[in-house]
């Protein structure tokens, strides 16, 4: 989800649970009671929070992990993917494409064994759950898990997760997903503001990589309803995660304004929230145990996103990397250097085509890695060096999105 705050058609209301949720979850999952409120917190004081229940839970369910789809990067892999809704030619796969084909690309992560994982938010599907004067919003199991391996091979790891599209093109659906030992951390969007999502929306599961098997599931909206960390209106948008080097798990909301931290043994506590509503949007850790925040920025106003960089007890703002627009994550690069993905740059009718960029921030402001992109949104560096970034991530045809690669070892 890209507006965070937009896609307020109210085709996410609870009745349409029991049809849209992910079926075999629908039936078993049952998560745990919740939490107890915690203090919430803001970037100028100290958390205080105390232990909030687990939200663990391990139903007895399976996704089904399959490599049934595999595909070389080419232009006649993406025109397959190509939905029959697509009315106009997709464009060109770009030459440097490592991956292509997808519907709505968002965060990416490597594996230890060099494999890139990739998360598809989707393009809505056959059912129709709102009409509106632009046209129907629908929904539909078209959101995946797609995985290039090392050898270059495209295949389809974990199909048929849910996916919402609006008539504007804004899609609903998986957001990320992170290969840890022998799980998948999958990261599910959110709904509108004030309105609860389906099951199995808004929340993070851990996912065992050989059976699918379902191991861990978080709740991140009720966490939000029950605290409300930030003050504002309940709303709520699970984005991406990081690890702390204790294992920690954190989880950026970013309609919440706000990062969790979760263990097995404390469950979910508020770890820090922004009042100002500058929508975060990712996190990563230095090697001395600081970390860096992206935002969007408020209004997703030009020149109003940023990077923050905070001690490691999160207690200390160091510094802020500001006049950047719509940034979408951050990493830390092997070399130490701090990198990012600028969305794109507006003009007066709004967003313009292949404006979006790969940046190095810095005390002297921000250097282009790659730009003359078109809404560029997940960023991993790669075994070699290199970095890939999703491209054509919302707002664009099913199928026409890609992997690719830009800067060098």
């Known amino acids: ?13 609870l009745s349409l649970a029991a049809v849209l949720a992910l079926p075999a979850l629908a039936q078993n999952a049952t998560p745990e009671a919740t939490p107890e409120p915690t203090v919430a917190v803001t970037q100028e004081t100290t958390p205080e929070v105390t232990p909030a229940a687990t939200q663990e839970s391990t139903p007895e369910v399976t996704l089904a992990p399959t490599q049934v789809t595999t595909q070389a990067p080419t232009q006649a892999a993406t025109q397959a993917a190509t939905t029959e809704a697509t009315q106009n030619a997709l464009p060109p796969v770009p030459a440097n494409a490592i991956a292509s084909g997808l519907s709505n690309p968002r965060n990416i992560a490597y594996d230890t064994d060099g494999s890139l994982y990739i998360a598809e938010a989707g393009a809505g599907g056959a059912v129709v759950v709102a009409h509106t004067d632009q046209g129907d919003a629908t929904a539909g199991f078209s959101s ?9 091979s495209q295949s389809v790891w974990l199909p048929g997760l849910t996916s ?9 659906g998986l957001e990320a997903a992170y290969p840890q030992g022998d799980s998948v951390w999958l990261v599910f969007g959110g709904a509108a503001p004030g309105t609860p999502p389906p099951f199995y929306m808004d929340a993070v599961e851990e996912v065992d990589k050989a059976s699918g098997r379902v191991k861990t599931y978080i709740d991140v909206y009720n966490y939000e309803k029950t605290n409300n960390p930030d003050g504002a209106e309940i709303d709520s948008d699970a984005a991406a995660l990081a690890w702390g080097a204790d294992g920690t798990l954190y989880i950026i909301d970013a309609a919440g304004n706000d990062i969790l931290s979760w263990t097995a043994s404390g469950g979910l506590k508020t770890f820090a929230a922004w009042k100002d509503d500058p929508v975060p949007t990712g996190m990563a850790f230095a090697s001395d145990g600081s970390f860096y925040v992206s935002f969007l920025g408020t209004g997703i106003a030009p020149g109003a996103g940023k990077i923050e960089h905070w001690s490691a007890d999160g207690k200390t703002l160091i510094e802020t990397f500001s006049n950047l627009t719509a940034v979408t994550t951050v990493a830390v690069g092997k070399d130490g250097g701090v990198y990012a993905v600028e969305l794109a740059q507006f003009g007066a009718q709004g967003p313009m085509p292949n404006s979006g960029s790969v940046v190095e921030v810095s005390k002297d402001g921000a250097t282009t890695v790659e730009d003359g992109l078109n809404a560029p949104y997940g960023l991993a560096q790669a075994p070699d060096g290199s970095w890939a970034v999703t491209v054509n991530s919302t707002f664009a045809p099913p199928g026409s999105g890609a992997v690719v690669k830009v800067g060098g070892s």
């Open 1 to 13: 989800m890209i507006s965070r705050k937009g896609f307020t058609i109210g085709l996410m209301s």
């Open 144 to 152: 995946q898990v797609s995985v290039v391996g090392a050898d270059g």
């Open 164 to 172: 919402f599209s609006s008539p504007t093109g804004e899609t609903l």
